[in-house]
């Protein structure tokens, strides 16, 4: 299936071996590209070398969070109380795309405030994006808003495809698209056929996982000739990112690429 390219998120994959061995791993598996959410912890120099060294290219990667039992554990765009510290954070993730000649950033909604209506958390988030599409747009960086389910995610601002698209046309700006995960799209809407066919055009990067257990392609209920094959003839011509749990070990979990010609599917 030509024009299809996968990438590795090292996060969810090769998670068998320390992080800074998974660029590595993914190159030997046949991977041209990773992506992954936090590169905070790490110095770039020390990310960059591993890219060069393995012939990887970085296509994502998340605005900063907050520890695990902060309100910010899931982002700080739609938070009034924290216009700051998402600054701060946008900031440094363009610094980070940047060093990295990363094209995508996901500007993370974050939790619904518990002080704060959602007319209030939307216009919050609303400006917070205008704010960082200017910072964005001036590195040729795109912000990519995705839409989280809250069986995986409680309370998450962002769980409705079709808010998160009304947004992007609203903010009408090319460094503002969609990041479309076909798990969390079945998830919250199902209908996943019509649902791919509606927001695709507003959508600048694909991920995927097999619901409901969030496994690679084959484990679960969706038909993913199907869906590739949809793709394909929507003429989406961006990277698919890998982000799935697999069942056993990473390797095995890849076996479904095989039904892919590997210099279209990595």
């Known amino acids: 299936m030509a024009g299809l390219r996968f990438c ?3 996060k969810w994959l090769f998670t068998e071996l320390p992080f800074e061995q998974r660029f590595a791993a993914a190159a030997k598996a046949g991977f041209r590209a990773v992506e992954y959410a936090q590169p905070y912890g790490w110095p770039v120099g020390v990310l960059q070398k591993h890219l060069r060294e393995n ?5 994502l990667i998340n605005t900063p969070v907050g520890p695990p039992d902060s309100p910010l554990r899931s982002g700080a765009a739609c938070h009034p109380d924290y216009v700051a510290e998402f600054q701060n954070g946008m900031l440094q993730a363009l610094e980070y795309a940047a060093a990295l000649s990363c094209p995508f ?4 909604a974050g939790l619904q405030p518990d002080n704060t209506t959602v007319a209030a958390a939307l216009m919050q988030f609303t400006d917070n994006i205008n704010w960082a599409r200017e910072q964005a747009g001036k590195q040729g960086v795109v912000l990519l808003l995705e839409a989280i389910n809250r069986h995986d995610i409680p309370h998450f601002f962002l769980s409705d495809y079709y808010l998160a698209a009304d947004i992007v046309r609203q903010i009408n700006s090319p460094s503002v698209r969609l990041m479309l995960d076909i798990y969390h799209c079945q998830m919250m ?30 484990s679960g209920e969706l038909n993913w000739d199907f869906v590739f094959n ?17 069942l056993s070990t990473t390797l095995e979990s ?3 690429m095989t039904a892919y010609p590997a210099d279209a599917a990595r």
């Open 8 to 10: 590795a998120n090292l």
């Open 254 to 256: 890849l076996g479904w």
């Open 189 to 218: 809407h199902g209908d996943l056929s019509r649902n791919i066919a509606a927001l695709l055009p507003l959508t600048a990067h694909v991920q995927i996982a097999d619901p409901p257990t969030r496994s690679e392609p084959g």
């Open 55 to 59: 012939g990887l290219q970085q296509i």
């Open 105 to 108: 950033v996901h500007l993370q």
């Open 230 to 246: 949809q793709l394909q003839r929507l003429d989406y011509a961006g990277w698919i990112g890998c982000e799935y749990r697999p």
